[in-house]
Structure formats: C-alpha cells, structure tokens
C-alpha cells in the first residue's frame, strides 16, 4: 500500500508552524510497513487544495490530510474532500451530540459554528474523537481511501492510534512488532559498526538514531502473525543486546531521568546534586519526572567559589590546589551534597560548558563528575567538548552522563 | 513572485527528522513578502523528484529545494535539477578547492566522493557555503529560478541569510523591515482585541504568536525604500508600545532568562533562587545564558520540608499553619535563599505543579511565587493550571512569571 501524507493550514505556509504531524505519521506509517512517496503542504485555499488532494489521489492509494477541520470558514478539508468522493456533506446528530457534549464537560459555551464539524460525507466513516470536537473521516471508494484528521497534534495522534493504526496494519495484511532501545556511551559510527550485519536485513529492520549524545535503536519486525512478528522483534533484541548490553540503559518511550527515578524509587533509594556548570540541569530534568519527590530530596545550584565553601564545604585548600576544576572539588561537592541533604547517593558537577572559560588543560567542554554513597565513591573527567557543541549541548551531555552514572552506581549491589 | 518550497530526503519521508527547513524557509520568504503556496517533500529517487520539480516549476516562479547536496550517491537533487535546466554538470575547480580548504582547517582527511559536490550545472551560479562542504546554487531559465540549498539546517540558513535573501528582496523590488516583541501576562485574544486595528491592515502586518505563556508580536513592514519600510515598523512599533507597554519585556531574538541577566549585569546585581515545584527550572534558564555567573550565586532545589527548614530556614510554624503551599513558605524560601547567598535578590517558589497533589483550596496549577530585596518584598498565589496543562507547562510557565517579576522588582528604583 502506498500512502501519501498531506498537511492542511496556511499557518503552515507562513512558516508560523512546524509541521511535526508529518513526521509523527510518517515514522507511524513506516512502522506498519506502509511506504510513503510523497508528502505535500496546502493551504486554506480550496482550488488549489482540489488539486493537491486529486493528485495525491491520482498517485496513491490511501491520503492521509491533517488539519483544516476545524469549525471557522477556513477550514475547508472535510469539504473538499467529500467532493471529491462525491459524497454530499450532511448534519450528523450523533456527532452534534458528541461535540455538545465536549463543551458541557469543560464547561465552556460551545459557538454556534462548531456545529459544522457535525458535518458528515454520506458514507464516510467516522473516526470518534475523545480529546477534541472534530471526529476524524474516513472516505472510501474504488480502491482508494482518504482519512481526514485534526491539524491539533494530540488529537490527530490519539485519533490516529486508537482509530487508525490497528485497522491500517490489518488492511495492509502485514503484522508487525518494534522496540525502541536506549544506549548511552557509545558513537552511532561505533553502533552502525556493531550492528552492521543486522541492520543490512529486511526484517527486521534495524535502525540507530542518535541525538543529544545518546543511540536509540528501533527494532520493526514484520510477520504473518502477530506472534511471528513479536518473535523476530525478541530474537533481534536479544542479539543487539548480547553486542551493546552494557551501553543499554532502557527501553520504549524513555530518558535517563525516567529510569533514575524509576529505578531509585524502587529501592527506596535517594540522591541529591550539586550542580556548577549544569546549572540544576539533573535537578530540573528529574523534577520533570512525576514521582521524582520521592528520590531527590535536594539540588543546589552553586556557581561561585564562595558558596561551594559555604553551604557544601568544599575545602579552601581544594579550591586553592586543584581548583574548582578538579575532581578533587567534585568530590568535595557529592559528599558535600550527600551530607547536607542526608541522601543515600551525592553528585557532584563542576566544569566549563563556555563560550569562554576555557584553558589550555580544560578546555570547554571539560567536565568533573564525583559520585559519592556509604560504600562506594566515583570521580571522573570528562571532554564534551566537539567543534560545533554549544554551551547547551556541553551542559545536557554532562547531565545525562551524570544521570547515567547515578543508575549504574547501584547497580552491582543488586 | 510565487515560490515554491521542496524538501529533499528519504529520512523526512521516513519520519527520522521533523522538517524545520521549511518553516524556516517560510517564515523568510513571509517576511520577504514573498507568497508560498505549495510545499512537497520528496524522497531520494530520481523519477519520483524529476516530476516533483517539474510540477513545483509548472506552477511556481521560484522554486527553493534543501537537501539532496551531499557528497553521496543518495544525493541526486544537483543532478536532476541540471537536467530539468538542460544544464551539463562540469567539475568546477574553485568549488574543488573550497571544499579540500574546508577539511584541511578542520583537520579530517577528505573522501574522495566530497567531490561530486564540485560538481555545477553549466550557467548556474554558485552561492558559496562557509560553513559546509556543498555550496548552494542558483539556476535559471525563462523566467523561472530554483535555488539548491544544503539540508543541514544551519548550512541551509547561513546560505540563506547571507548570499540568498537581500537578493531575492531586491528581486521582489520591496523592501521590508521587521520587529518582534516580546509580551507577558496577557493572552493572545486580549492582544487580538487591543491591536485588532493594526492586524487588520495590510501594511504593516501585525500578526501576534502564542506560546508558552507568551505573547510575540510580529511586526513587518514593506516599502518602496529601506528608509520608508523602517518608518512604517517604528511607527507600529510605537503604537503597539502605546496600549500594551506594560505586558512588554523585550525585542528580537530574547528571552525572559536573557533579558532577566542583561538586566541584573547591567546594574550589577545579583540574585538567588529557592525552587520547589518549578525543580531548578529558574536556575537551570537562567545558567543557559553566557554570562549568569555573575548573575546567579546560588539556586536552591527543595522539594521536602525537611530541606526548607535546614537550609532555607522555613519556620516551623509556617510549614505547620500555612503549609508548604503558601504564601508565607515562599516568602521565607525568598529570604532564607537571599540570606544565604548574600544576593540583592531572594526568589522563592513553592506549589503544585501535578499531575496529583492538588486539593480543593489548592488545585494542579496553584504556584506561591515571593521576591525580596532590601527595599522591597512581593508574594504571590498564581493558578497555572489548564484543561490541558501538562506537568511540564505548569513548571515552565511558574518559572517565566518568576523570571519576569524578578526582571520588574528593581524597574521602579531606576
């Protein structure tokens, strides 16, 4: 089956807009095994959107539209659309109901003119929407099909997983099973290498992405059944596993920041950190997480030397000798941290993220990360430092290595 | 002149990366006052672009591509392009030489293939990249233009901005000027209300964006002259001032963190933060911009009780009357921070930023915020919270309203 994916909205066009809904259907199609040729971007214009949705029909045999259904004049999808499968627009009660009912659950006055999203192509499928007002379309008729969905993200996503996705693989007659894997530590070039041999097969189809100094691995197996699909997924798993087990710190929609706390609260364990160039990057990455109360008890954000001194302690004979770039102050800091917030693990960040600051032994990008609990203390030196990396870049990438290090300092206890 | 946007490569089909070229790409050819009403993305094959770039030249004055330039034999944009402008490829020396220069400053051996990125259809013009290996080129025929661009977006932009855009406003014969200005604490549609007159009018255009709890006010203004087009624009510029003077904090390319360090360095003050729900959120944005060190002395995560009373010196009798949710908590965080650090500015913030933990009186959403300096101290009870504000929203939009307080604390003493 061949699909095309079209964006509908002059927002669009104006660049005032990125356009993520392409992307999110076009990594959801590839992962049912449906090929997309071409997508296209249009406008609220409705000749040029008739010759848009026409030629896409012309070339494929399923269009995927997002946007345009809204309630105003502008948005025009469901009505170019229903001409084009000759499919006269009529009031649906069912849907008018739904959408009254939408508004009198958030009690909010519903204008008049949503009522037009009531508005149905006779003989077109309905696709409910549970978190918005306008239902999604499906239009069928020799052979080919077009599905209409919101422009909204989270609408056209949940419109799209929970209406869509298993009808389409089942449509396509391909059953397919994936995984998202997480590595941290190792080059994509290194995983690339690792993996070639996998990643030169058809199914399953092996793919490295890297960003933000980490690898995620996606697995897509397809199969007759769904067993076989999940079969093959497990095998390939587990044979990527074998490889880069130890780079692999989890699985599905995940972050390292997800599985500290996930993995700390689970133990009933705790951490504190105090942070110089991340600037309270680790804390605020946790506190991000829903739960992370319970692990991290406290975050200090100290940039000057003073403050070092004064609240963690860090010894003015450290910051004399080694200085506040040194492992020897990183230390200092972790048990510092660990002290002052009686936690069961303390780091402790401090290094140059720049622009300026740099010198000749550390230069930007250098980092000093100590980890210190009851039985067991970790110092290291670190250089994130790459020709385009920015201050942003450093500061992240020596968070994530921070958050890493606290999942695996427990680790060997188990 | 009507132009068209193409964008190249199997990877955006594929769903691997989300299409900022384009919208990058629309915004500017917006603001150049250039209309854009069709965007195609296409994949890596060399029948399916050849239709795709005829269709764009059938219907378009202009037509800009991105991607398809690297050194590789998936990149097939420069050739096909070539053969729809009847232009021969030849290897063109200088370009040869540009790009060996490119690997020598950089140190890395180059391949062989890099260049076929030398390689120029016969009349084009090249538009030299700095900052990459494959120059972009300009080819035209009969009335008709493309424009070939790098997909690396900050290769795309550089060309863009510096060999492409002032030509193509010459082209266009306008002459633009454009502002952007920052709002806070008030919403889009009170901003489409009050400026409802100005957004009406074709010359300048006034187009507001929400985000974030943000309001950016676009300003772009076209004339037959530089001179004309910059008078048009400052005059908006001061009639929008006029009515919404008080919500404004900044212009261009800024930020609340930004205009929060500028500020403090300007006047040589500095501030520290105590954050509870917001989880270092102030910290961590304000240490992302260059220069916060002199700014920031000390950032303060407390989640638990425990940790505002022992470092933050909360009584008590607040936690036990008012509780951690209150006005008073956050005055004493304010203080015991600004205490602590020796700072001219304390901020303290203390709420519930969800998904659980709310209550009746104090729901998802509710956030204390309190400043203190010598002269002067604030508190506050916000309500954050939407239908649909996330975890992630609530922290964000707290520590704006925090960094735009602290940002006016000192505004009446200048």
Redesign the interface.
């Known amino acids: 089956m061949i699909c095309e994916i079209v964006s509908v909205g002059t927002e669009?066009?104006?660049?005032?807009?990125?356009?993520?809904n392409?992307?999110?259907?076009?990594?959801?199609?590839?992962e049912l095994g449906i090929c997309?040729?071409?997508?296209?971007?249009?406008?609220d214009?409705p000749a040029?959107m008739r010759e848009?949705l026409s030629?896409a029909l012309s070339r494929s045999d399923l269009v995927i539209v997002s946007g345009g259904l809204g309630p105003t004049r502008d948005d025009i999808t469901r009505d170019v659309a229903a001409e084009l499968f000759s499919m006269p627009l009529v009031h649906n009660e069912e849907v008018a109901e739904q959408i009254r009912g939408y508004f009198v659950r958030?009690g909010i006055p519903m204008k008049e003119n949503n009522l037009r999203q009531a508005q149905v192509p006779v003989g077109a499928e309905i696709l409910q929407n549970e978190w918005g007002t306008a239902p999604g379309l499906w239009l069928r008729r020799e052979g080919k099909g077009m599905i209409l969905l919101p422009g909204v993200p989270?609408e056209m996503k949940a419109i799209f997983n929970h209406r869509v996705k298993e009808r389409l693989a089942s449509e396509s007659g391909v059953r397919f099973a994936n995984r998202i894997l997480h590595f941290y530590g190792i080059s994509e070039s290194a995983v690339d290498e690792v993996l070639g041999d996998l990643m030169a097969r058809e199914n399953p189809t092996v793919?490295p992405?890297a960003g933000n100094g980490e690898v995620e691995v996606h697995v897509t197996a397809f199969g007759e059944s769904a067993e076989t699909a999940e079969r093959f997924c497990r095998e390939t798993e587990k044979s990527i596993l074998d490889r880069l087990g130890e780079y692999y710190y989890g699985n599905g929609d995940t972050s390292p920041e997800q599985e500290v706390v996930k993995a700390f609260s689970e133990r009933g364990l705790t951490l504190a950190a105090a942070e110089s160039c991340?600037?309270?990057?680790v804390?605020?990455r946790?506190?991000?997480v829903?739960g992370?109360?319970e692990v991290?008890?406290?975050?200090?954000?100290?940039?000057?030397e003073?403050?070092k001194k004064?609240?963690l302690g860090v010894s003015a004979d450290t910051l004399a000798n080694g200085g506040v770039y040194s492992k020897a102050c990183a230390m200092e800091m972790a048990r510092g941290i660990r002290s002052?917030?009686g936690s069961d693990l303390g780091i402790g960040i401090t290094g140059i993220a720049?622009?300026?600051g740099g010198t000749k032994e550390d230069p930007v990008g250098t980092v000093y990360i100590a980890l210190a609990s009851e039985k067991k203390e970790e110092e290291y030196r670190f250089l994130f430092g790459h020709?385009k990396s920015s201050?942003?870049e450093i500061?992240f990438r020596a968070a994530t290595q921070a958050l890493i290090l606290a999942l695996r300092h427990f680790s060997d206890e188990e």
């Open positions: 669009l066009l104006l660049g005032d807009v990125t356009d993520t392409a992307s999110f259907l076009s990594r959801a199609l590839r997309v040729y071409h997508r296209q971007t249009c406008g214009n040029r848009q030629l958030r989270s793919a992405y991340t600037g309270g990057l804390a605020q946790l506190t991000r829903s992370a109360s991290i008890g406290l975050g200090v954000v100290s940039y000057s003073e403050m004064k609240i002052l917030a720049g622009p300026s020709v201050r942003e500061r």
